[in-house]
Structure formats: structure tokens, C-alpha cells
């Protein structure tokens, strides 16, 4: 195993899950509760000082019982190591800590999660949605459960073709 | 001797209208700041700045809250120009998706195919031709020096400084032609793929290549005299946006936004890709986190892309361009007209795309603008399950707020020069 995948599940054998290496990135799996200090770990510790943010994103698992998975991608610089921690969580509750306390950098990602994935962030400064607009209550478009086309003030517009209602009909001989 | 008195004379009265101007220019700045206290009233107000504006380098809209002229804070709304790219990519082949990077940074869209087919690779666990290394690495520096000339131009202009732009585009006019012979387009390229690239450096372009280096140091100095002694220039980028090292890594920025802070991070040396490990080159570190460090980095940056460009042609090996497993990449045309396997790949590629074994990755690269990362999970079809961007124009956004207070509002036009933004790139 990892040294560092070791080190993390001696010290929060409650919160670490699991572990996977796999394509040379290294993925630590944790429980949604108190995730918050393994991530203070992870950051503050001289073992891991994971003190560069990449990414906070998240997938979707519709058939899956915890639904939600929040992935979170740290490069430690001056150890020049990445690694990759997933949290997951239902659809009932989908609420997971805010890092922005710990990673500042993480204010925009998170509000990105929240607008594409519908996921809450406990503690977050200022949960708004970010790339769609404040007022869309359609959901949340990178569920799978949300169609490709879109959804929303399009539908209204009378000059765009429905594409599904009002087929032209086919030509004779054509099935 | 007369002569030489009446010059003594000139001399003296010289020095008292000086000294007589000192003194009104002093009592005049006295006056200023005493009226500042008293009678000149500030007030706070709310101003909105676009989306419609031209320095913004696409739709931007930011909410300033200001105090008098000074910015007390400045929330930036995105997403003017979201069109889904990461919706649209579950939707597609692999092969379909390298033209939708292309416009999302279309300053620099050889950069983004590069991030994107590096990713995938990755997945694959794909080894690429020796050659296809060397032209990826020289296509890449290429886009390297037409996105800073194109940066530096469009700065200089927002700052006031018109002739840079004619300058700085007349070179990005040379290596757009060049893109023209390598892949036939100037901007929206979709030239790599999974396993090499779409087609061969010939000799001509070679040629041209080398002409282009050998000149190109010349013309950064020409930039140079323009701008590094330029009072207004300096005026405008010495301390102004600064943030320090540990700031800069705590807010996740990257590119020379990042490196201007004097941290050392590049991918490029870091996790060492294409043939960036195969020659010589530096990563210039700036000190005073300000614009003008930022500037300062790109030129440098600049001249390293060229010698990297050169020692890359130097060494430029013989052999295939493209990978021969069949499986991700296209067979030659040639036999595909004679041989039904052949054809039935052709035909699958085309239909289905590759397959990629399930599983999950994220892979960084260095782009012009900062790290440009996808993180995609496959399920084993031939498209991705999710593909996240890691866009550095975004996370670069994310502490422009931090940057911006305490400035002048005039400085606000700079600030988002200095990221090198592109909001193709940062709504995505």
C-alpha cells in the first residue's frame, strides 16, 4: 500500500474506507463524516502537505445507492505527489463539508458542484450557482437524468422547432 | 568673458524658477490633500462592468463595489458564454471530442487537443511514436508564443499602448500560417489525436520553423524597448494585483499567474511529458507577484519556447507520426479498400469509437494559461461516462476578488489581463 494511504487510514481508521492505485494516481475513499479533518490533515501535516487545490468535481451514479460521488484531486508541491479522495453520498442527503476554510481556491469549484450536480456544501461562504443562471430551477444539468437538449426557457420559445411533436411526414415508400 | 558671465546668470535664474516651481507644485499637493480631507466627498456605490465590455476578452460581468475610486470588493459573475462542453463530451466518441477543446480556449486550441488526447492516453496507457512526441512538443511551444504575443498585444492595448499589438501580431501571423500548412486551419486546429497526430511536420515547415526562431529574438527585444522602460507601463503593472507565493497556492492558481509569485511549478518540468525532458530549457520565476513579474514571465517564457522549438527540430527523429494499433487509430486509407479487417476497424472507429477499460484519471498539462486538466471516468464504452476540465482561466477567477480590492478602479482593465483570460475556457 501507499505510504500515504497507510499513514491516513492509521490515523482516521473511522473516516478512510479504502485505498486504490491505479494509473499511478493514488485514490483515497472516505465517509462523509469527518471528512473535515482528514482534509485539515492532509493539508496542514509535514507528511502530506497536500497544499495545492486542482479540482473539486463530482459524478453521478444514478443506480447506485449512495448516488453522488464528490472527487477532489490535491498536488502537494513541495513532495510533488497527487492524489485523488472520493466521498460519497446519497440523494436524500447530498450535503458534504466545505474545504473553502482549508483551500480557498475550492469557493469556486464547490459552487460549480452545487450548480452542475445539485451536491450542498456545509460552511460554504456564498452557495450560489455560477454558470447558469440564479434563477434556473430545472435541476441540476450534469445529472444523467437531465436530457442533452436541456431543459427550461428554450422550451418556450415558439421559434424553436419541437423536434419531437409535428414530424414532418416521411416521404411515400420510406418507413 | 562676457559670454561666460551671462551664462552664469542664465544659470542662476534657472535654478530659481525651478525651485519656484518646486514650491507651487508642493503648496498645490498640500492644498490637494487638505481639500481631500475636508471638502471632497466620497461616496460608496455599486457599479456594474459588462458583460459587454471590451477589455473582459469575451462576456464578463462583474459587480464593483467601490469607495470613491478604490474597489472594496468585486464579484464576478460568469457563465455568459456556457455551452455544456462537459454535458455535450458524454454524448460523443473520444475522436469527437477533440474539436469541441478546440473551442474552449481558442487563443491557444492546439493546447487544449494536447491536454485532452494526453488524458486519454493515459486511460489507454498508450505509447506514442517517438516522432509524434517532437511534434506534439513543437506544436505545443508554437501555441506557446502566438498565446503570449497575442496576451501581450491585447494588454498593452487595454493599457493604452497601441503599437505592441501591430508588433506581437505580425509574429502571430507567421506561426498562423505555419498552423495553416501543418493541419489547414489557423485557430480551430484539431490537429493531435489518441496516438499521434493527424499529420506530418514536412520540410517546408521545418524550414520555415528555423527561420522563425533564428528571428525571433530580435523581435522580443523589439517588444521590449516598446514597453521596459515605458513610464505609463510601468506605472500600470509595478505593484499592482500582487499576491504572494502561499496565497497563490492556497487559491489553486496556475501558469505564469502562479510562477509570478516566484512558486515553481510547471508541469512541463514536474511531471515531465512529450520531449520536454529531452532538451534544455528553464522555468523563469518572477519575485513580486505583481503584473509586471507576470509580464516579465511570459516574455521569458517566450524565448525558452523558441530555443525548446529549435533544439526539438535539431533532434527531430525519422518514423511514424501516428500509432500503429489499429485500434484507436485510423488504418491507412490504402488498405482499407482492399481488406475487410481493416474495414471493419475503420467502420468501428467511426460508428463506435475505442473502447478505454473502466476506470478513472486525471491528467494535467501546461498550457499557455496554467494547468489545463481532464479528469475523465470511462465505463468501458466508447465515450466518457464524465469528463471534467480543469479550467485554469476559471480556478484562476476564483481570486480575483482577493486581487482586486484595495486597487483603483482604472487597474481593474489590467487585473484581467493578467490572468490571460479566456472565457470560452472559463464557462466551458
Known amino acids: ?175 | 568673458m562676457e559670454s561666460l558671465e551671462k551664462e552664469e546668470v542664465r544659470k542662476n535664474q534657472g535654478a530659481q524658477e525651478l525651485e519656484r516651481r518646486e514650491i507651487t507644485l508642493s503648496t498645490l499637493r498640500q492644498a490637494v490633500l487638505n481639500g481631500l480631507d475636508s471638502s471632497i466627498k466620497t461616496d460608496q456605490f455599486l457599479l456594474n462592468m459588462g458583460p459587454q465590455h471590451p477589455s473582459t476578452h469575451g462576456v464578463l460581468r462583474v459587480l464593483l463595489d467601490l469607495d470613491g475610486e478604490r474597489i472594496k470588493k468585486a464579484v464576478p459573475d460568469l457563465g455568459y458564454l456556457h455551452r455544456g462542453t462537459e454535458k455535450i463530451a458524454e454524448y460523443r466518441t473520444y475522436n469527437q471530442i477533440i474539436p469541441l477543446t478546440d473551442r474552449l480556449d481558442y487563443v491557444s486550441a492546439m493546447a487544449n487537443n494536447y491536454a485532452f488526447v494526453r488524458a486519454v492516453e493515459k486511460l489507454l496507457q498508450l505509447k506514442v511514436p517517438e516522432r509524434a512526441e517532437f511534434i506534439r512538443t513543437i506544436v505545443a511551444e508554437m501555441q506557446r508564443i502566438i498565446n503570449h504575443l497575442f496576451w501581450l498585444g491585447t494588454q498593452a492595448l487595454d493599457i493604452g499602448a497601441m503599437s505592441v499589438f501591430f508588433y506581437t501580431f505580425r509574429e502571430r501571423e507567421v506561426l498562423l500560417d505555419l498552423f495553416e500548412k501543418i493541419c489547414g486551419a489557423r485557430l480551430t486546429t484539431n490537429y493531435y489525436r489518441v496516438g499521434g497526430v493527424e499529420g506530418d511536420l514536412n520540410q517546408d515547415v521545418i524550414d520555415a520553423l528555423y527561420k522563425f526562431v533564428d528571428t525571433f529574438e530580435p523581435h522580443i527585444l523589439e517588444y521590449n524597448t516598446l514597453l521596459e522602460n515605458n513610464r505609463i507601463w510601468l506605472a500600470r503593472t509595478k505593484h499592482i494585483a500582487v499576491i504572494t507565493g502561499e496565497d497563490a497556492i492556497n487559491f489553486g492558481l496556475s501558469g505564469p499567474t502562479l510562477r509570478g509569485s516566484g512558486v515553481d511549478y510547471d508541469l512541463r518540468k514536474y511531471e515531465p511529458y512529450g520531449a520536454y525532458d529531452l532538451v534544455n530549457w528553464s522555468v523563469p520565476l518572477g519575485q513580486n507577484g505583481d503584473i509586471y513579474d507576470r509580464y516579465w514571465i511570459r516574455i521569458e517564457e517566450m524565448r525558452q519556447s523558441s530555443s525548446i522549438i529549435r533544439q526539438c527540430l535539431d533532434k527531430l527523429p525519422e518514423g511514424p507520426f501516428m500509432t500503429d494499433d489499429h485500434k484507436v487509430s485510423f488504418p491507412p486509407k490504402g488498405r482499407v479498400m482492399h481488406n475487410m479487417e481493416t474495414l471493419i476497424h475503420h467502420f468501428l472507429l467511426v460508428v463506435e469509437g475505442f473502447k478505454t477499460p473502466p476506470g478513472d484519471t486525471y491528467c494535467g498539462t501546461e498550457t499557455p494559461k496554467g494547468e489545463l486538466g481532464f479528469y475523465i471516468v470511462s465505463d468501458g464504452s466508447g465515450k466518457p461516462y464524465r469528463m471534467k476540465i480543469r479550467a485554469p482561466s476559471f480556478v484562476n477567477m476564483g481570486a480575483f476578488d482577493f486581487m482586486a480590492r484595495g486597487y483603483m478602479i482604472a487597474d481593474i482593465v489590467t487585473i484581467f489581463g493578467t490572468y490571460d483570460i479566456v472565457m470560452g475556457e472559463c464557462d466551458r
Open chain 1, 1 to 175: 500500500m501507499h505510504p500515504v494511504a497507510e499513514s491516513l487510514r492509521r490515523k482516521f481508521p473511522e473516516t478512510v474506507i479504502g485505498s486504490r492505485e491505479a494509473l499511478g494516481d493514488l485514490t483515497i475513499y472516505l465517509r462523509e463524516l469527518g471528512a473535515t479533518d482528514v482534509f485539515r490533515a492532509l493539508h496542514d501535516d509535514e507528511e502530506f502537505r497536500y497544499d495545492y487545490i486542482v479540482d473539486v468535481t463530482s459524478v453521478d451514479y444514478p443506480m447506485d445507492a449512495e448516488r453522488f460521488e464528490v472527487v477532489y484531486i490535491f498536488y502537494s508541491i513541495p513532495r510533488r505527489h497527487r492524489i485523488i479522495v472520493k466521498i460519497r453520498v446519497p440523494e436524500s442527503h447530498p450535503v458534504v463539508d466545505s474545504i473553502v476554510s482549508i483551500w480557498r481556491g475550492a469557493e469556486f469549484m464547490e459552487r460549480e458542484v452545487y450548480d452542475m450536480m445539485g451536491i450542498q456544501f456545509r460552511g460554504h461562504p456564498d452557495l450560489r450557482r455560477i454558470l447558469m443562471p440564479d434563477d434556473y430551477d430545472e435541476g441540476y444539468p450534469l445529472r444523467k437524468d437531465f436530457p442533452l437538449v436541456g431543459k427550461g426557457w428554450r422550451d418556450d420559445f415558439s421559434f424553436v422547432p419541437k423536434y419531437h411533436e409535428n414530424l414532418p411526414p416521411l416521404p411515400e415508400g420510406r418507413a
